[in-house]
């Protein structure tokens, strides 16, 4: 097993590097970069990036007024030539793209992901920053949804059929169909001072003054700050893993091996835990990567924007927005490597579940 995690984490390395090496050069061919964000804001024409550019620059802008300068950039006409060598320069785009490929190589080598182009910050004290949020929405909700699902699953699987198959499959369909932002409206205008009552906050993670709580102080106010935003997104999340459960559990049920252990006097409920157990359980743990990342980053960012919670999946839309390149290709960079640390991790708990499955004798 030991060589086997070996291959996989050296795997990682020509993973990341085909991904972030696709997304660089797609992200420098398309239209409507860093350097038009600035100059439409120097227009007026902006969607919110601050271009910081130096008094002098913009000073010279009346100076090319009238004529054109001949720039390849969209809206650059009347900008002195100076003007946009400065704004390339502030970007780092007064160097050939090969150039500034390889230093992006070497950088993320070492983690150092650069200052946002917009935010005039070092890009992995904005995503320190907002990890606790994306960390708190994703790994409780996740958490939750697994703690309910496989066990409701289960009991579908053993009482197909009967009505607590039924209305059970009734309501998480109903659940599953209300959108995460509609019901977090809902739970806010019942719950956080809207028509109804105010027992949750409305906005933020902490309270003010939490660094002066006690352990217990703090931790029922954080729980107290992230019960609705978490309720929000795992109301509707239970559908599909439900079923996907009970799915495996009736195909396990239906084998010759469990017939035969029935047969051999085996009780039900040893031959559930023992016997189909393991082997229902495999096509759920394989899921768990792309489900924990979707959780983790894009399946919050409405709820972020609802509840006011300032995390990464925010963090990247308005990185997207701005065409702020270090922020998205360091996001990207993570939640690439999360993802293919959890699908490691997933295969390690293959092996847990079933003992005899041994990916040593594989190549990775």
Not at 69 to 93: C, H, M, N, T, W
Request: proline share 3%; charged share 15%.
């Amino acid at each position: 097993m030991a060589s086997y995690i070996a291959r996989r984490l050296l795997l990682l390395i020509p993973t990341l590097w085909a991904i972030i090496t696709i997304n660089f050069f797609i992200a420098q061919i398309a239209p409507g970069g860093p350097v038009d964000q600035a100059i439409a804001d120097m227009q007026g024409l902006g969607g919110g990036a601050v271009s910081r550019i130096s008094g002098d620059a913009v000073a010279k802008t009346g100076e090319g007024q009238g004529r054109s300068s001949g720039s390849k950039y969209r809206g650059a006409r009347g900008l002195d030539p100076q003007v946009i060598a400065e704004i390339e320069k502030r970007f780092g785009f007064d160097k050939p793209i090969g150039t500034r490929y390889f230093e992006m190589l070497k950088n993320y080598a070492s983690f150092n992901f650069g200052e946002s182009l917009f935010k005039g910050r070092s890009v992995l004290s904005l995503i320190s920053e907002r990890m606790s949020v994306s960390i708190s929405l994703g790994l409780w909700s996740t958490l939750i949804i697994y703690l309910v699902s496989i066990p409701l699953g289960i009991k579908k699987a053993v009482k197909n059929g009967s009505r607590f198959d039924l209305w059970t499959s009734t309501a998480i369909i109903l659940l599953h169909a209300i959108p995460a932002f509609l019901f977090a409206v809902l739970l806010i205008v019942l719950f956080s001072g809207g028509s109804f009552l105010k027992i949750f906050p409305l906005r933020g993670l902490f309270s003010s003054g939490f660094e002066t709580f006690s352990t217990a102080g703090k931790i029922a106010d954080y729980l107290w700050h992230i019960f609705l935003p978490v309720l929000s997104i795992t109301i509707g999340g239970f559908a599909s893993l439900t079923m996907l459960t009970k799915n495996s559990f009736l195909d396990e049920i239906h084998k010759q091996y469990v017939f035969t252990a029935r047969a051999k006097g085996l009780c039900e409920k040893a031959i559930l835990i023992k016997h189909v157990f393991r082997n229902a359980m495999l096509i759920v743990v394989a899921g768990f990567p792309s489900a924990f990342v979707s959780m983790f980053f894009t399946g919050s960012l409405l709820i972020e924007v609802i509840f006011s919670l300032e995390g990464l999946g925010l963090l990247g839309y308005e990185a997207v927005l701005q065409r702020d390149y270090p922020v998205i290709f360091a996001t990207l960079y993570i939640f690439t490597l999360i993802g293919l640390l959890l699908s490691l991790l997933s295969d390690l708990l293959y092996t847990v579940i079933d003992p005899r499955i041994d990916f040593e004798g594989r190549k990775a």
